[in-house]
């Protein structure tokens, strides 16, 4: 299906072949964007891995330092003191059974589920309406923990997880359109950091082989991972 217009003259912005380094690419990409709403900035990362081997899975979480951009609606399954915490925190919804039930009834209207680990024995009564919307806690991503007011307050302020697909590539939101270049580089930064620390044991030859960050509508730049490495680092 052809381009449109705006997309097309969006394009013309870009030098196809081109590799840009971070700050020059956080500069273009408010502009590339097309959508009359405040675009979302995501970004495509090509490991150099087979997903398909246990050795070989990539998936972390990490807390962006300008955060996503977007409100987060974190609900916790957790009782007593740990309901308080969450609540402190700012969860959007705390409970129990009575969560268990909401959710078993249709209700869906959260991002993020987090509960303390004495619950995943009611929680997991959830896992065929949970698993397949990525909803389910689990260790590996942070959410089920009994630390609950730190991992809420995370989240509120920009926590993300993230994890391989079946072709090898990490999608994950890195900010907005709105956002000013240096938020967006030092988002992308510390998520391309966060990756490399989790370079699996497994990985052999070139880890990340291609990065781009591209916005809701319009075209993705693509990005000198050296770059974006540095920056991390600086």
Known sequence: MPHGKKYMDAAKLLEPDRRYLIDEACELL???????????????LR???DPRHADQLVRGTVVLPHGTGRITRVIVFA?????????????DEVGGDDLVKKIDDGWFEFDVA?????????????GKKLGPRGLMPNPKA???????????????????????DRAGIVHAPVG????????????????????????????????????TVAPTMGPGLRID????LAAASA
């Open 30 to 44: 408010p502009r590339v964007s097309i959508s009359k709403f405040d675009a979302t900035m995501e970004l495509h």
């Open 47 to 49: 490991l150099g891995i």
């Open 79 to 91: 009782q007593g003191e740990k309901a308080q915490d969450a609540l402190r925190a700012g969860a």
């Open 114 to 126: 987090i509960a303390t680990p004495d619950m995943m024995g009611t929680v997991g009564r959830l």
């Open 142 to 164: 942070g959410t089920v923990t009994f630390d609950i007011e730190r991992a809420v307050s995370e989240i509120k302020s920009g926590r993300i997880e993230f994890k391989v």
């Open 176 to 211: 907005k359109a709105s956002f000013t270049p240096d938020q967006l580089s030092a988002n992308i930064a510390t998520l391309v950091d966060a990756v490399q620390r989790a370079k699996p044991s497994g990985a052999k030859g070139t880890y990340m082989r291609t990065l």
């Open 225 to 228: 991972i050296p770059s974006a």
